[in-house]
């Protein structure tokens, strides 16, 4: 029901049942927020959105209170601006100030907040609380002191990582966020997913940073510097640079990391196709043979990690494939390396993701080879938008390069890994022809195209019905594991992605991505698809070729050593036939 209130003078209309705050901003009228998550329920913790109500004493949070048919406020009054300022400055009155060196420069909504004010002299001096960095985590670093408690991050975590990793600890102005026995943010249970970052306002969270690691091997002489990019980074990388989201970057980036001296740039797709060719063999097997739990996706760390920590159970149903980036770190390492008559030692890997959990994925026990890391270093989206800036590329100035042979063909199944429901599209083309022979058709499947983080699909192969779910946040993936227990729900495989909506909107994605560009970074990834003429990954002809030179067949010894995850396939122990 639509109704009348009066706002600074003006008559707006606002809608029963939402907040002050969502009638504001549908009329254009802009309020701070700190504490605030569109789409959770509200807190009022930290009172920055407050606006004056005639006829109440006090001034009231607008994100907080509903709307009222009688309302005449004021958003902007001197009270309430001399509120919001007394608040802010609170806030600064013991923050490290040093913005200059902080990573969220330019980008934290704190500095915003005080340029939006006006604040321009510091009247309070806070005592300034000595709290260490935690840099205990391979993917997330945390500085407490530049947290202003808003406790966005404590929500999202519990609400839609299901692990509350981080939480109010102390009393009063001894106060702080931390972690279980303020032990670091370690494996317990953070999966390092990263969202936390996005919704930090602040530089108190942000990824642990590779640039120098990686820097340091551009500068060596004798060293093969090799990077590969995701189908979500590509769709969102150029965002940075003022570019139209969704703009699929590929030709961008290898021109550009060739200015800077990388030796190859390799798009990741063959990563992927080979993925996808080995899980849908292992799907197959499993559906003629009559296995009743489904097989879940591996590629996504996060998930994997969240697996082996709260459902050891299913491990030995989660998938042994390794992730895109990984399959194409032992390409480049052990197989275009020797063909090119590079030490394996020489070459360093750069994986170039949307995610912050990848950084830990890399150094797990298991993605080791021959004692070497598969993967040397990721840069997440973030990170490379920097990497280019440091080296002063104009991306908008530079002419493309197509991304380096040889492993250059993929099919844009593979683009699909950049959105959730996109894995399982591509495996579903891939299954239903390895267990009729024939192409599948239509290809597209829509209802895995929806933005719902919960998805469903049942496609028929000849004489098999496959049941395939797709679900993203931990939230929906606990959900969906409860459902699967109880009987509920049958499925033959589950598709798992932390990050809602998949890679698309990963930890390491620009910070501030609104649901629009989202939708955009989707899109493009599905024009590719409905576009190009290689759709299905046993079409790639690379792909095929690496098949007939090095690994034989899907799930051969050979594909097994280089395509798979040692310590999972021990896991896998009793269940050899699948293989
Ligand atoms: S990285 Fe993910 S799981 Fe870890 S604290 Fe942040 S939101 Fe929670
Ligand atoms: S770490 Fe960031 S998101 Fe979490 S409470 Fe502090 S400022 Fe808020
Ligand atoms: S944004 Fe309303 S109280 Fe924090």
């Not at 551009?218 to 090799?226: G, I």
């Not at 499925?491 to 390491?508: Q, Y």
């Amino acid at each position: 029901m639509l109704f009348s209130i009066e706002v600074n003078n003006n008559i707006i209309t606002a809608q029963r049942g939402e907040t002050i705050l969502e009638c504001l901003n549908r009329n254009g009228i802009f309020v701070p927020t700190l504490c605030h998550i569109e789409g959770y329920s509200p807190t009022g913790a930290c009172r920055i959105c407050v606006v004056e109500v005639e006829g109440r004493p006090d001034l009231i949070p607008s994100c907080s209170h509903p709307v009222e048919e009688w309302m005449h406020i004021k958003t902007h009054s001197p009270r309430v601006i001399r509120a919001r300022k007394a608040i802010a400055e609170m806030l600064l009155s013991n923050h490290p100030d040093d913005c200059l060196f902080c990573e969220r420069n330019g980008n934290c909504e704190l500095q915003k907040l005080s340029i939006d004010l006006n604040l321009r002299e510091k009247r309070f001096t806070g005592k300034k609380i000595a709290l260490k960095n935690d840099y205990a985590s391979a993917s997330i670093m945390r500085e407490p002191s530049k947290c202003i408690l808003c406790g966005r991050c404590i929500r999202l975590c519990e609400t839609e990582q299901e692990v509350a990793a981080v939480d109010f600890i102390g009393r009063g102005n001894q106060m702080t966020i931390g972690t279980s026995y303020n032990h670091g943010l370690s494996l317990k249970n953070c999966h390092q997913c990263g969202q936390c970052i996005l919704i930090c306002p602040t530089g108190a969270l942000s990824e642990q940073q590779h640039i120098s690691k990686v820097q340091d091997v551009l500068h060596k002489p004798n060293q093969h510097l090799v990077a590969q990019f995701s189908p979500a980074l590509s769709a969102s990388l150029g965002e940075n640079f003022g570019l139209k989201p969704g703009k699929v970057a590929d030709n961008l980036i290898v021109a550009a990391l060739s200015k800077i001296g990388f030796s190859k740039i390799f798009d990741n797709g063959v990563g992927c196709d080979l993925n996808i060719i080995e899980n849908a063999a292992l799907l197959a097997n499993r559906i003629r043979e009559g296995e009743t739990m489904p097989l879940f996706t591996s590629c996504c760390p996060s998930w994997v990690h969240y697996a082996e920590t709260f459902h050891p159970e299913i491990l030995p149903h989660l998938s042994s494939v390794l992730s895109p980036q990984q399959i194409m770190s032992v390409l480049i390492k052990w197989i275009y390396a020797k063909e090119e008559g590079w030490e394996v030692e020489d070459v360093y890997t750069v994986g170039l993701m949307p995610c912050t959990a990848k950084k830990y994925e890399i150094i797990r026990q298991e993605m080791l080879m021959n004692d070497l890391y598969i993967t040397d270093a990721v840069l997440t989206t973030r990170e490379l938008a920097k990497f280019i800036r440091l080296y002063g590329i104009d991306i908008n100035n530079i002419e493309p390069l197509l991304p380096h042979q040889p492993f250059h063909i993929r099919s844009t199944a593979a683009k699909l890994f950049g959105v959730s429901g996109g894995v399982t599209e591509a495996i579903l083309r891939t299954v239903y022809y390895m267990l009729t022979g024939n192409e599948c058709s239509p290809l597209t499947i829509s209802e895995l195209r929806t933005s719902n983080l919960s998805k469903f699909y049942t496609i028929q192969a000849g004489k098999y019905s496959v049941r395939a779910a797709v679900v993203s946040s931990m939230h929906q993936a606990e959900k969906l594991l409860q459902e699967i227990e109880v009987g509920k729900i049958n499925l033959d495989f589950v598709e798992v992605m932390a990050c809602p909506g998949g890679c698309i909107n990963g930890g390491g994605q620009k910070i501030g991505t609104r649901q629009k560009e989202l939708k955009m970074r989707s899109k493009s990834i599905y024009d590719i698809d409905e576009r190009e003429n290689i759709r299905v990954a046993h079409k790639n002809p690379i792909v095929t070729e690496l098949y007939q030179k090095y690994f034989g067949a899907p799930l051969s010894q050979k594909a097994i050593e280089f395509l798979h995850k040692r310590k999972l396939e021990k896991k896998l122990e009793g269940n050899e036939q699948i293989l």
